[in-house]
């Protein structure tokens, strides 16, 4: 197996932890530079990661504390959506990346660090990086056959349908 050598991370580790959010403790806009906000918007902006897992890995996350997706109001997921697509645009400017990976960690088991507010991790990716999902890289388990899986959603779905 290929190791992914971060040091950097040992200071989040090891490191004092903020009593707070990082998400909620958002200091005047002057301190913008110190915190990482690249962005802000009506209800939601963009940081950088202070622990990236590439260069350019940014967060977007709403004002709101919200741990729950189906909590956060519409235009709020729009907004955020409309970040993401930012982020993109900017790192594909800045940086020329050959992919990236868009995602949300919901939960614990999930790999979610921060459980309290929901954000979406925007990591820019170029061929031969390193792949942050090393622990999985190689194998996946998957305990259900997929058209099992299918069949238990297909309802939720087709339920949705025109609305």
């Known amino acids: 197996m290929d190791r992914l050598w971060a040091p950097w991370r040992m200071e989040y580790i090891k490191g004092p932890k903020s009593e707070g959010c990082i998400f909620c403790d958002l200091p005047d806009p002057a301190g913008d530079r110190e ?14 990661n202070r622990y990236p897992y590439s260069n350019g890995h940014l967060m977007v996350a ?12 519409r235009e709020v997921r729009l907004e955020m959506f409309d970040l ?3 982020c993109v645009r900017a790192l594909k400017a800045k940086f020329d ?9 919901l939960g614990q088991v999930a ?5 309290d507010h929901v954000h979406i991790h925007v990591v820019p990716r170029w061929n031969g990086d390193t792949n942050f999902m090393t622990v999985v890289g190689e194998l996946r388990v998957i305990s259900e056959h997929i058209l099992n899986t299918y069949d238990q959603l297909v309802g939720e779905f087709k339920a949705g349908e025109g609305n």
């Not at 709403?62 to 109001?73: K, N, R, T, V």
Request: proline share 5%; glycine share 14%.
């Open 84 to 86: 993401v697509d930012e």
């Open 62 to 73: 709403p004002y709101a504390h919200l741990g729950q997706i189906e909590l956060i109001d």
């Open 35 to 48: 915190r990482l906000i690249l962005r802000r918007g009506k209800a939601a902006y963009v940081m950088m």
């Open 97 to 105: 990346p050959q992919g990236f990976n868009v995602g949300i960690n």
């Open 111 to 115: 790999g979610a660090g921060v459980l």
